[in-house]
Each structure stands twice: as structure tokens, then as C-alpha cells.
């Protein structure tokens, strides 16, 4: 009986939270962030990094990228990245500070099961041969339901990221060192 009024008592909160924000969790609910550190000048890492017209110079899941609407690295511009599998992503650049070594997009739409996805990715210098590129990203899982479809939900949201993060950075890495 104790463990049913437990559960009451969750259900409850999920459901009163659920209320509170009309049924779908509030954008940048979960965050993935993944570091990279290379033995590498930061102006040679950013010159792989910093083109946002062609991700798959150092992310090997990307066969091609596409501006298909805007001007490369300024804001609005639009990138359609075609994965390896044939699967697509459509994202929007929303900053670009070429001094930062930063950039900054969101995915309108797209394979990966997140959604409200914004992100940066930065290199910054950590000596004369020496960089550190970060990436992050806040976002929702895809399916905003009370009970997500299988691999919509949270798990897979940040499971997903952090594997196109890793796979990017650590291909960055091998060719830049």
C-alpha cells in the first residue's frame, strides 16, 4: 500500500507539471556538453570547425552539406546535412563570432529524436599548440508526451548528442593532430 501511495504521489507531480506547462516539457530541458582537447593551434582547428557550409570536413556521420538558403556563417543561413545513412537534418546559424572561434545553430528539423535543439560549438586556445573545442546543446527529447515512443524519450534524446558530439570531436582530433 505504501508503494502505491508513493507512486500517487509521482504521478501526481508529473501530471501537476504537465498542467503547469500545457502537456510539453520547456525548451533547453536537457543539455549535453562534450570537450575535446588538441594538440593543435586553435586557428588550425577553427579552420576545419568554423565553416558552417560543410560540417563533414571533420564530422564523419555527414556526407554532405548544403546551404540551401542565406549566406554561409551569417545569420538565417541554412544548412541541409545529408547523413551517411541518407537520413537529413535542416539547421538554422544563429551567431557567429569569427574573433570567439564560435558558433551557434538550431535544428528545425531532422532525424535525430530531439526537439527545441539550439547549440555552440567554440575552440578556444589553450597554448601556442594547443586547443580545446567545446560543444554543447540544450534541447527536449522529440516526443513532448507524457509517455514517449520508444527511442524519443530523454535517454535517447542525450544518448543521441553525446554520440554526434563524440564522433565529431574525436574525428576532429585525429585529423588535426
Excluded at 500545457?22 to 582547428?45: C, D, F, H, R, Y
Excluded at 546551404?67 to 556563417?73: A, D, L, Q
Excluded at 558558433?103 to 586547443?131: D, F, H, M, R
Aim: glycine letters at 10%; charged letters at 15%.
Amino acid at each position: 500500500m505504501r508503494k502505491l501511495a508513493n507512486l500517487s504521489i509521482v504521478v501526481s507531480a508529473a501530471l501537476l507539471g504537465a498542467c503547469a506547462t500545457g502537456g510539453a516539457t520547456t525548451s533547453g530541458n536537457l543539455m549535453v556538453e562534450e570537450k575535446v582537447s588538441i594538440n593543435a593551434p586553435a586557428s588550425k582547428v577553427w579552420a576545419k570547425v568554423g565553416d558552417f557550409g560543410d560540417l563533414g570536413a571533420f564530422h564523419p556521420a555527414v556526407a554532405k552539406t548544403e546551404i540551401t538558403s542565406g549566406t554561409n556563417n551569417t545569420q538565417g543561413a541554412v544548412r541541409l546535412l545529408t547523413l551517411q545513412d541518407g537520413g537529413t537534418i535542416k539547421e538554422a546559424f544563429t551567431a557567429y563570432n569569427a574573433a570567439g572561434m564560435s558558433y551557434s545553430y538550431v535544428i528545425n528539423e531532422g532525424v535525430l529524436p530531439v526537439s527545441n535543439y539550439s547549440s555552440t560549438i567554440q575552440v578556444k586556445s589553450t597554448g601556442a599548440t594547443s586547443s580545446e573545442v567545446i560543444w554543447k546543446g540544450n534541447f527536449n527529447r522529440k516526443d513532448l508526451s507524457a509517455t514517449p515512443a520508444k527511442g524519443q524519450d530523454n535517454e535517447a534524446a542525450t544518448g543521441t548528442i553525446h554520440a554526434v558530439y563524440r564522433g565529431g570531436l574525436d574525428n576532429l582530433k585525429k585529423i588535426t593532430e
